[in-house]
């Protein structure tokens, strides 16, 4: 199974940060199979990623996706008030899928 | 849009059938996937079938208790759960899958409890 681990675990930012979120995988993961998801409280999760840098139809610019082999980041250029959420990677190559931990964006 | 339906309350041991109803695309095109997430805890992924139930798949924690199949002719995909466990309890989500989960349901809440 590949364990994915999110860094930081919280994230205290500012409108108009750049926040940058990591996901680092136990064994190398295919980057066609990496995502990132948006989730608010109460809310199903959202697609940002797919193929680690792709962005999802909708998804604003300012939300990007790099990495390949272990490492992988979401980097958000300008934080907006409605980004403040939690954001979880996945790995859906090989069984069994996995999602990291969850990295909190939260207001300074 | 996905509706996912079938929660409750149950009793340890107990079983529960799931349903997820699809609409606006084209639902037999499409694999499908279950994740279900803990009160206060991350996502974890529980099953995903194929777009003709060729294939299916699930995690450890739930293999051989829980069951996924799909009627494209009713635009559903189901989860028979089966000797639920407490730590069973979660909203469990259905999602579509094609790069990544790219649309999601609103869940539905399972709570296994004595």
């Known amino acids: 199974e590949i364990v994915l681990t999110q860094s930081p675990g919280t994230h205290s930012l500012s409108p108009g940060d750049r926040a940058t979120l990591s996901c680092r995988a136990s064994q190398s993961v295919s980057s066609s199979f990496l995502a990132w998801y948006q989730q608010k409280p109460g809310q199903a999760p959202r697609l940002l990623i797919y193929g680690a840098s792709r962005r999802a139809a909708g998804i604003p610019d300012r939300f990007s996706g790099s990495g390949s082999g272990t490492d992988f980041t979401l980097t958000i250029s300008r934080l907006e008030p409605e980004d403040f959420a939690v954001y979880y990677c996945?790995?859906?190559?090989?069984?069994?899928?996995?999602f990291g931990q969850g990295t909190k964006v939260e207001i300074k | 849009q996905l509706v996912e339906s079938g929660g409750g309350l149950v009793k340890p041991g107990g079983s529960l059938r799931l349903s997820c109803a699809a609409s606006g695309f084209s639902f037999s095109s499409f694999t499908m996937t279950w994740v279900r997430q803990a009160p206060g805890k991350g996502l974890q992924w529980v099953s995903t079938i194929g777009s003709s139930s060729n294939s299916a798949d699930y995690a450890d924690s739930v293999e051989g208790r829980f069951t996924i199949s799909r009627d494209n002719a009713e635009n559903s995909v189901y989860l028979q759960m089966n000797s639920l466990r407490v730590d069973d309890t979660a909203v469990y989500y259905c999602a579509r899958t094609l790069r990544g989960l790219d649309h999601w349901g609103r869940g539905t809440l399972v709570s296994v409890s004595s």
């Open positions: 996945h790995h859906y190559g090989s069984s069994p899928w996995t």
